[in-house]
C-alpha cells in the first residue's frame, strides 16, 4: 500500500510540470501526454524538452520573487522552452528550500533563494537539515545593499537625526527589519557600534520585505533598514537617507554613506552585506548530468550578457552581476566568516 | 478626483481595442469554473495563463486577468453553497448560511443571492475605484498592526457566534483552531509543535486543512442520505427561483455596502484580502442584525455579506497594486509579474502617466460584473444540478477533485494527507457537535492574529500607552468592536431594568425575587 502510495507520488511529480499541480487540467495533461510521448522521442536528446520550474523560497512581490519573475522570460527564450515561477514561502525559507531538494535532480527545477545571510540562519538556527555542499550555486546574482528608509514626511529625515533620537531617547525610536536578513544583523551591529542595548531601539520585524516596505511607505515606523535596490521602484513613497556601502550609488547621488555618516560621530565598523539573491542548482547535476549542466549555466551565462535583458533589468531596478559558481561561493563563504562573529544576534 | 480627460482617452482605448473585449467572457469563465472547483485558486489559474499574457497588450493582460480574478470570487461560491465546501478562505463565511438553505432545498435562493451580492459588490467596489483610487490606495497605508490587529479579533468574535448546540464546544474549537495555527515557525523565529517534522516548520497547510474539515466532515456526515437536499420535490433547477434570489439581495444595499467597503479598503492589504474580508463582513453583518441567532442557519443576509466583502476585494487589490505597486496576495503578485512583463511597474508613477490604461482596466470591470451575472446565471443553472447527483456518486467525485487540489497546492503528498487527516477530526468534531467552521475560522485568522499583535507589542516599545493614543483611526475600530461586542448585552440588561424603573415597579419586584 505505501509502496503503492510512493509509486503514485513519484509518477505525478514526473508528469509534465505546467500540469502536475493543476486538477483542471489533469484531462488536458494526460491528451497532451499522448501526443508529445512522440514527439519526445525525437527530443529527447536536447535537453530541455518540458518546463522548467524556479522555486522561489519567499512571499511573492519581494526581491527574490523580483529576479526570478524577472529572469525566467529570458531563461525561457534562451533554452526553448516555458519556465515558471513558483512561490514557496514560508519558515525562513527553508520550506522552499527543502521542496527544492525534494524534486528530481534533473535541472528541470532551480531555485532563487538567499544563501546568506538566510542559509546561514537555516543551517546554525533551526537545523534545517542541508549545508552549502549541497547546492551548486550557478551564480550570486544580486547582492543588494542595505538602504536606510524613512516614510515621506516622516519625524526624521537624516541619519544623523535618527541616530541622535535613538541616543537622547532609548527605546523611543521604531525600527522595521526582516527578521534574519542582513539588515537584522546590521541593526545589530549599528547599535553595538553606538554602544547601546538592542533594545535602545523598538526593532519591529516582518517576515518579508514588501510589507516592511508598505509599512515604511505608510509612515508606521520611524525609520527601517531594507535591501536598497529592490526599494528603489518606491521612492516615491519614501527616503532613503543612508545606504550601507563604500560609496553612494548613482541612483541616489544625494544620500550619504552610513559610514561617513558614523565616521562624523567617532564610529567606525563592518556591516554586513544585505541579502545575496542566487539562482541554484544541485551539487549533483555536475556529475549526474554534465550536459545539462553546461547547458543550463551557458545558457544563464548568455542571458546575464544579452545587452536587451540588461537593460530591462536595470529598469526595474534588479541586479546583474556574473560571478560563476566559484567566485559565488568564494563570496557566501566570506560572509560566513561575519556572521560567525555576530551569531549571539539570531538568538535575540 | 476624477480626471476626466483620462476618462475619455480611456473609453476611446476601449473603444478601439476588441482583443480585451473578446478575452473578457473566456477569462471570466476560466476563472468561474476554476473557482467552482475546491482547492483552485485564482492565483493558480492566473499563474497558468501569465505565460499567454506575453503575447497580449498590456491592457488586454490586465483585463484578462482581472476578469479571471472576477469569475474566480464568485466561483468559489457555488460549492460552498451546494455542498458546504468552500475551495478557499474567501466562501468561507458563504457556506455558513449557504449550505443550510441548500439543505432546506432553497438552493436556488441562495444562488441567486451569491451571484447578485457577488455583482454588486465587485461593481460597487470598483466604483469607489474610480473615484477614489489615489486616496484610497494612500489611505489603507495608513493601517499599521494595531489596526490590522484589531480588524482580525474582530473577525475572530465569529468564532463565539458561530456556535452549534453548545457554547463551550464552540470556544473550544475555535481554540483548537488557532492552536494548530500555531504550529510552525513562529513570527518570533521559535519552532512550535512540529514534532520535528520538516514539512511542518511552515505550519499547517491552511487550505487542505480546511477543505478536510469542511469536506470530510460533511461528506461523511452525509454518508448516510440519499441526497444532499432530502425532500424530493424540492430537488429542482429553477431559474425562476435563481431570480427571486438575485432580487432579494437588492433588497439589502446596506448589507452589500458594508461588505464592499471593507473589501475596497481592507481588501488590498498584503496579508488581508478575500480571506479576512468575507469574515469581517460577515461578523458586522451579524452583529448588526435585529436577530443574529439566525445567522448560521440559512439566513439569506450572511451569504450576501460575505459575497459583497469577498467579490470587492479585488477592487481594493487593484488600488494597492495599481496606484502604490504593492501586492496584497498570491493573486495581485501574479498581476504585478504580468506588468513587468510588460515592462511597467506599478506604483504612483503609473497611475499619473497611464491614468487612461487604470480607467480602461475601471470601466471593464463594470462590464465584466454584467457578463458575469450572465454566465453566472447560466453556470450555476448548470452546477445546481449536483443536488440531483445520488450523495454516493457525489461524495467519491468531490474527494478525489479535493485530494487533486490539495496535492496541487503543496506540489507533494503533504497536502491530500492534511485533507484527511483534518477530515477525520472535521468528523469527530461534527459527529461530537463541536463547531468546525468555529475551528476554520481560527485557523485561518490565528497566525495573522499572532503576527499582528508581535508587530503591535514591537512598535509600541512594549505596551506604551502613547502609541496607542497616536492612532486615531485604531481607536475608532477599538470603539466599534467594544461596541458591536457588548452594546447588545448591555442593552437587554437595560430594557429588562427600563420597566423596573418605570411603570410596573410590582411586577419587577415579583421578577427579581
Keep these: 500500500m505505501t509502496r503503492m502510495m510512493k509509486n503514485l507520488a513519484r509518477e505525478t511529480t514526473r508528469t509534465p510540470r505546467l500540469f502536475a499541480r493543476r486538477p483542471v487540467l489533469w484531462m488536458l495533461a494526460s491528451a497532451a501526454a499522448a501526443g508529445k510521448l512522440a514527439v519526445r522521442n525525437v527530443a529527447a536528446a536536447t535537453w530541455p524538452d518540458e518546463p522548467i520550474t524556479i522555486v522561489v523560497s519567499t512571499k511573492a512581490g519581494g526581491g527574490f520573487d523580483m529576479m526570478a519573475r524577472n529572469l525566467a522570460p529570458a531563461l525561457a527564450k534562451e533554452l526553448g522552452v516555458p519556465v515558471n515561477v513558483l512561490d514557496k514561502e514560508g519558515g525562513a525559507m527553508v520550506i522552499g528550500t527543502r521542496y527544492f531538494l525534494s524534486q528530481p535532480h534533473d535541472g528541470n527545477t532551480l531555485l532563487v533563494t538567499g544563501p546568506a545571510p538566510y542559509w546561514y540562519a537555516d543551517i546554525n538556527k533551526f537545523h534545517a537539515g542541508y549545508d552549502l555542499k549541497d547546492f551548486e550555486i550557478l551564480n550570486v546574482q544580486w547582492t543588494d545593499k542595505t538602504g536606510v528608509f524613512v516614510p515621506k514626511g516622516g519625524k526624521y529625515q537624516s541619519f544623523k537625526d535618527i541616530i541622535d533620537a535613538i541616543k537622547a531617547h532609548p527605546g523611543e525610536v521604531s525600527c522595521g527589519v526582516v527578521r534574519d536578513s542582513g539588515e537584522f544583523f546590521n541593526a545589530g551591529i549599528l547599535m553595538s557600534a553606538l554602544k547601546l542595548p538592542l533594545s535602545a531601539i523598538r526593532l519591529v520585524t516582518y517576515e518579508a520585505s514588501a510589507p516592511l516596505r508598505t509599512a515604511v511607505a505608510g509612515g508606521q515606523l520611524d525609520f527601517a533598514l531594507v535591501s536598497l535596490e529592490a526599494s528603489l521602484s518606491m521612492l516615491s513613497l519614501m527616503t532613503a537617507v543612508a545606504i550601507f556601502n563604500d560609496t553612494p550609488i548613482p541612483e541616489l547621488p544625494g544620500t550619504p554613506t552610513a559610514d561617513s555618516v558614523l565616521k562624523a560621530e567617532g564610529i567606525t565598523t563592518t556591516f554586513v552585506p544585505s541579502s545575496m539573491r542566487a539562482l541554484i542548482t544541485y551539487a549533483d547535476l555536475k556529475e549526474k548530468y554534465p550536459d545539462r549542466y553546461a547547458r543550463l549555466r551557458g545558457a544563464y551565462e548568455k542571458v546575464l550578457h544579452d545587452p536587451d535583458f540588461l537593460a530591462k533589468a536595470k529598469k526595474q531596478g534588479v541586479g546583474t552581476d556574473w560571478l560563476g559558481p566559484e567566485q559565488s561561493l568564494a563570496q557566501i563563504k566570506a560572509a560566513y566568516a561575519i556572521f560567525d562573529q555576530y551569531k549571539s544576534l539570531l538568538n535575540q | ?513
Design chain 2, 1 to 513: 478626483m476624477i480626471d476626466w480627460q483620462a476618462l475619455a482617452s480611456a473609453f476611446h482605448i476601449l473603444g478601439s481595442s476588441y482583443s480585451a473585449w473578446l478575452l473578457t467572457i473566456p477569462g471570466i469563465a476560466l476563472g468561474m469554473l476554476g473557482g467552482a472547483i475546491p482547492g483552485v485558486s485564482s492565483a493558480l489559474i492566473l499563474a497558468i495563463v501569465l505565460p499567454a499574457t506575453l503575447w497580449m497588450s498590456l491592457l488586454s493582460a490586465l483585463i484578462f486577468m482581472t476578469a479571471i480574478y472576477t469569475g474566480a470570487a464568485f466561483g468559489v461560491a457555488i460549492p460552498a453553497i451546494l455542498m458546504g465546501v468552500p475551495g478557499s478562505p474567501a466562501a468561507v463565511a458563504t457556506s455558513f448560511d449557504g449550505y443550510p438553505m441548500t439543505q432546506r432545498g432553497e438552493h436556488n435562493l441562495a444562488l441567486g443571492l451569491a451571484l447578485a451580492a457577488s455583482t454588486l459588490g465587485h461593481m460597487g467596489a470598483y466604483l469607489i475605484l474610480f473615484v477614489f483610487i489615489g486616496v484610497i490606495s494612500h489611505a489603507v497605508l495608513k493601517l499599521g498592526p494595531l489596526e490590522m490587529l484589531l480588524l482580525m479579533l474582530w473577525g475572530l468574535t465569529l468564532i463565539a457566534a458561530l456556535r452549534g448546540r453548545y457554547v463551550s464546544r464552540s470556544l473550544l474549537s475555535g481554540l483548537l483552531g488557532i492552536l494548530i495555527a500555531t504550529i510552525g515557525l513562529s513570527p518570533r523565529d521559535v519552532i512550535r509543535g512540529t514534532f520535528d517534522l520538516p514539512e511542518l516548520l511552515d505550519g499547517v497547510p491552511v487550505v487542505p486543512a480546511m477543505i478536510g474539515l469542511f469536506a470530510a466532515s460533511e461528506l461523511f456526515n452525509l454518508a448516510g442520505a440519499s441526497y444532499l437536499v432530502q425532500r424530493s420535490d424540492l430537488r429542482t433547477v429553477s431559474v425562476r427561483d435563481i431570480a427571486r434570489g438575485m432580487l432579494q439581495a437588492l433588497q439589502h444595499p446596506v448589507v452589500i455596502l458594508r461588505g464592499l467597503i471593507i473589501g475596497a479598503t481592507i481588501g488590498g492589504l498584503p496579508g488581508v484580502g478575500a480571506a479576512v474580508c468575507n469574515l469581517v463582513s460577515y461578523a458586522e453583518t451579524r452583529r448588526g442584525d435585529k436577530h443574529p441567532e439566525t445567522f448560521g442557519k440559512g439566513n439569506p443576509k450572511g451569504i450576501i455579506a460575505a459575497e459583497a466583502g469577498n467579490a470587492s476585494s479585488e477592487a481594493g487589490s487593484m488600488a494597492t497594486l495599481l496606484a502604490l505597486g504593492i501586492p496584497g496576495g498570491a493573486s495581485s503578485a501574479v498581476m504585478l509579474a504580468a506588468l513587468s512583463l510588460h515592462d511597467v511597474t506599478g506604483g504612483p508613477q503609473f497611475l499619473d502617466a497611464s491614468k487612461d490604461v487604470v480607467y480602461a482596466i475601471i470601466l471593464n470591470n463594470f462590464v465584466q460584473g454584467a457578463i458575469m451575472l450572465a454566465l453566472g446565471l447560466g453556470l450555476i443553472g448548470l452546477m445546481a444540478n449536483i443536488i440531483r447527483i445520488p450523495v454516493r456518486v457525489l461524495i467519491p467525485v468531490i474527494l478525489v477533485l479535493a485530494t487533486f487540489g490539495s496535492y496541487g497546492l503543496s506540489g507533494n503528498m503533504a497536502g491530500p494527507a492534511t485533507m484527511v487527516a483534518f477530515g477525520l477530526l472535521g468528523w469527530f468534531m461534527q459527529r461530537h457537535d463541536y463547531s468546525v467552521p468555529a475551528c476554520v475560522v481560527g485557523l485561518i485568522l490565528g497566525g495573522k492574529v499572532e503576527n499582528a499583535l508581535l508587530q503591535t507589542y514591537q512598535i509600541s516599545g512594549g505596551w506604551q500607552l502613547s502609541y496607542f493614543a497616536g492612532r486615531p483611526i485604531a481607536m475608532v475600530l477599538l470603539v466599534l468592536l467594544l461596541f458591536s461586542l457588548f452594546s447588545r448585552p448591555l442593552m437587554q440588561t437595560w430594557r429588562a431594568r427600563r420597566p423596573a424603573l418605570g411603570a410596573a415597579p410590582e411586577e419587577n419586584a415579583i421578577e427579581s425575587v
